[in-house]
């Protein structure tokens, strides 16, 4: 069985929702999914995943949250690949400065799809948008393993 881990950092709960649609989407494609709050969870062993889907919000003017960068560094070697997500508040600093966090994540890990960017919490709208994307990540992730 393929499995992925899903990392993510939320303060007031909009990315932990984003994660927790992410997780039932894979799930519903027969994927092992392994939820990881950063920051309060113990970091499983990053070696037994096929793939990372790393999530944050964007705090201080475009800046990446701290337990965000120490997982980061607890990590401590880049895998691969890497799908990014984030939420964010455009009232913060405009296009700019939106999910911030989250390009800078998929920078560092030279994430070869896009990220993911959802303003506040996904429910509504924004929720479809979270399923097509995460549909994308794994058939992205078969091609990259055919
Ligand atoms: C003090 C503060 C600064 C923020 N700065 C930014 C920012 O620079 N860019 C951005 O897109 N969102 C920014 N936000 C919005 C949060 O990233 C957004 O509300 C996010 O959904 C919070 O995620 P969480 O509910 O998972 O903690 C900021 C929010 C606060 C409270």
Not at 84 to 108: N, S
């Amino acid at each position: 069985m393929v499995s992925f881990l899903i990392a993510y950092a939320s303060w007031s709960g909009n990315t932990e929702e984003v994660a927790g649609l992410i997780g039932e989407a894979l799930a519903e494609e027969g994927v092992s999914v392994t939820m990881h709050r950063i920051g309060r969870d113990v970091l499983p062993n990053p070696r037994s995943f096929d793939a990372f889907i790393i999530g944050s919000f964007t705090w201080d003017r475009g800046a990446t949250p701290d337990e965000v960068k120490d997982f980061v560094a607890q990590i401590g070697y880049k895998p691969n690949p890497v799908f990014v997500f984030g939420t964010g508040d455009t009232q913060f600093g405009g296009d700019d400065l939106f999910c911030k966090a989250a390009d800078k994540l998929a920078k560092f890990y030279h994430s070869t799809y896009a990220v993911l960017k959802i303003e506040q919490s996904p429910r509504g709208a924004q929720e479809s948008e979270v399923i097509n994307w995460t549909k994308g990540v794994y058939t992205h992730w078969q091609h990259l393993h055919a």
